[in-house]
């Protein structure tokens, strides 16, 4: 059974932090490419930053410097740690694999106030 549950967002001011995480079926975490998205309202989703099985990261231009993804093999779960959080990174957040497969988890939202 697919299973992807995203936790962790929630209101926090500018310049603030939050921690999310994605605890993912073990079918389909282990040998993956996982990744963050964000969809902000009105926008297409957006690939944030990825990570590979080996733990090698690449960033989107926007979380550079201010994102780090990591992930627990042993626990099935990826995380996003997000500092210096902007208005702009205000969005659903959701974990998948890369590619995508067809199925999304609720998300977690991320609201970020000026």
Sequence with gaps: QVQLVESGGGLVQAGGSLRLSCEASGSIFSINVMGWYRQAPGKQRELVPAITSGGTAKYAESAKGRFTISRDNAKNTVYLQMSGL????TAVYYCNTI???PYWGQGTQVTVSS
């Design 86 to 89: 902007r208005p702009e990174d």
């Design 99 to 101: 590619p995508t497969i």
